[in-house]
C-alpha cells in the first residue's frame, strides 16, 4: 500500500519528464509507487494510458514492468510525439547526428523563412529565420528516433522565443516592448538543450509499445472482452480543454514547426491554433443527454452554477462518464485515475467523489486513494474573478486506485 506520495522535494528537471515541457504533467515517482504496489498484487502484462499526455505513466510503467506491453492514446500529436520519443529513446549514432547538426547550424544561412498562417504574429523575422534554420537542418537527419528527439528540443526553444507569454498555456500575445527586447539566442538555445538532455533518452528502449494518436472514446472499444488490458492508468482532463487546460493550444506553435511527415495526423490538427482543443473530452455531447444516475451524481454541484456553464459541465461530464464506462470494459484488474477538482462559479467540484462513486456503482471495489497537495502549478492559486470574487484554482489532488471484482 502506498504511505507518503507528497515529494515535496522531486524535481522534473532531475529526470528526462523535464526535459520537454507539457501542461499538468503527472509526478513520475506517485506513478513509479503506484505501479511497484501493483506488481506486488497480481501479475501484469499490459497497461494503458488513454490519456497519455506527455508520457509520464507510460515511461514509468515500462520502468516497473519491462516485459509488458505498453498502449497509450492522446489526441494530440504534440503529446503522441513527445511519449513517443521517450519510450524509443535515440539511436546508438545520436553524437554523430548532433555533430552534422551543429555544423549545419554554425553555417551561415540564406534559407527562405518557413511560412505558415499567423508566423509573424507569433514569431519575429529574426527568430523565424534561426527557426527555420534548426528545421531544415532536423529534417536532414536520417535516423528518425534522433529526429524525433530533435523536434522534441525545438519544440521548448519554439515556445520560449514565441511572442506569445510564458506565464499560462494559452496564446497571449506579450507587450511590444517584451518582444522588441528578446535577445535572440535561438539556435545557442536548442544546441545547450539537446547536449543537456540527450543521456536521458539513452536510457530506455522500449520496443513492445503502440500508441493511438485518436480520441481515447474512439480507442477504448477495442480493448474489450478478450482483448482487456491488466491496468488502466490515467490523469484524464478534469474540464474541457478550452475552458480548463488548452493542451492543444499549448501545443500548437511547436507543431506549426515540425515537419508534418513526422507527426502522427488524422488530417484536422493544423486546420487552426484551438482546433485540437475543440475536438477534446466534453466536445462531443450536442444532442445527447445524461442518464438518471449520472444526473444525481452531478446535482448537488449543477444546482449552485449559473445555466451557462452548466451546459458546459454537463457536455464535458457526458464525455467523462462514457470515458469511464468504456475504461470499465476495458480493464482486466486495475483502473488507477489521477484527478483533480475543478472550480465553477465558485463551486468546487468533486471529480474525486463522484469518479469513486461511478466506478463503485459499476461494481469496482476500492483498493486506495491517497491525495497530495499540487506544489508546482503554473496556474495561479487564484485564477479568474466571478462576480468580482477571486477564484480558488485545483490545489490537490487524488489518486484513486480501483480493483475490478474477479468473475
Ligand atoms: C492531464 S493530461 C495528461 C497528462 C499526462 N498524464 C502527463 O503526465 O503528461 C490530459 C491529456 O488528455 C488529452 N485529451 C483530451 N481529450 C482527449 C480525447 N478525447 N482523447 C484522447 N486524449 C485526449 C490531452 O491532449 C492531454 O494530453
Known amino acids: 500500500m502506498l504511505t507518503d506520495i507528497s515529494y515535496r522535494n522531486y524535481r522534473r528537471s532531475d529526470d528526462i519528464h523535464g526535459t520537454v515541457l507539457y501542461p499538468a504533467v503527472m509526478v513520475a515517482p506517485v506513478q513509479k509507487d503506484i505501479l511497484v504496489d501493483l506488481s506486488r498484487q497480481d501479475a501484469v502484462n499490459r497497461i494503458l494510458d488513454p490519456f497519455h499526455g506527455s508520457g509520464t505513466a507510460l515511461y514509468e510503467s515500462h520502468l516497473v514492468f519491462p516485459a509488458a506491453e ?103 500575445i506579450k507587450p511590444q516592448e517584451k518582444i522588441d527586447e528578446m535577445p535572440n539566442s535561438v539556435i545557442a538555445d536548442f544546441l545547450r538543450s539537446i547536449m543537456a538532455n540527450y543521456h536521458q533518452y539513452e536510457l530506455v528502449h522500449c520496443t513492445n509499445f503502440r500508441l493511438f494518436k485518436q480520441d481515447a472514446l474512439l480507442c477504448l472499444p477495442q480493448f474489450k472482452c478478450d482483448n482487456r488490458v491488466d491496468v488502466l492508468i490515467t490523469s484524464p482532463p478534469y474540464g474541457d480543454n478550452q475552458t480548463t487546460v488548452p493542451y492543444g493550444l499549448f501545443s500548437s506553435l511547436a507543431l506549426r514547426w515540425i515537419d508534418p511527415a513526422d507527426l502522427d495526423l488524422e488530417g484536422w490538427e493544423l486546420d487552426n491554433y484551438s482546433v485540437i482543443d475543440s475536438h477534446s473530452l466534453g466536445s462531443h455531447a450536442k444532442r445527447f443527454s445524461l442518464d438518471p444516475f449520472q444526473t444525481d451524481l452531478l446535482k448537488p454541484f449543477i444546482n449552485c452554477i449559473s445555466e451557462e456553464k452548466t451546459k458546459k459541465v454537463n457536455n464535458f461530464f457526458f464525455d467523462y462518464f462514457r470515458f469511464l464506462d468504456l475504461s470499465v470494459e476495458a480493464v482486466g484488474k486495475y483502473i488507477v485515475l489521477t484527478v483533480g477538482n475543478r472550480t465553477v462559479d465558485r463551486v468546487k467540484i468533486d471529480m474525486a467523489s463522484i469518479t469513486a462513486r461511478y466506478l463503485r456503482a459499476k461494481g469496482f471495489i476500492e483498493h486506495q486513494t491517497v491525495s497530495r497537495d499540487i506544489l508546482n502549478k503554473r496556474t495561479p492559486p487564484l485564477t479568474s474573478k466571478v462576480n468580482d470574487a477571486p477564484v480558488e484554482s485545483m490545489g490537490k489532488e487524488y489518486v484513486l486506485i480501483y480493483k475490478k471484482p474477479r468473475m
Open 70 to 172: 505498453i498502449l497509450g492514446c492522446d489526441i494530440n500529436p504534440f503529446a503522441n510525439l513527445i511519449t513517443r520519443t521517450k519510450l524509443t529513446g535515440v539511436a546508438p549514432n545520436i553524437e554523430n547526428d548532433i555533430e552534422s547538426i551543429t555544423r549545419h547550424l554554425r553555417e551561415d544561412s540564406t534559407d527562405a523563412v518557413y511560412e505558415f498562417p499567423n508566423r509573424e504574429k507569433w514569431f519575429r523575422d529574426d527568430v523565424a529565420q534561426s527557426l527555420t534554420q534548426i528545421r531544415n537542418a532536423i529534417r536532414t537527419v536520417a535516423t528518425p528516433e534522433n529526429r524525433m528527439f530533435f523536434w522534441c528540443m525545438m519544440s521548448d526553444v519554439v515556445r520560449r522565443y514565441s511572442n506569445s507569454r510564458s506565464s499560462t498555456y494559452k496564446l497571449h
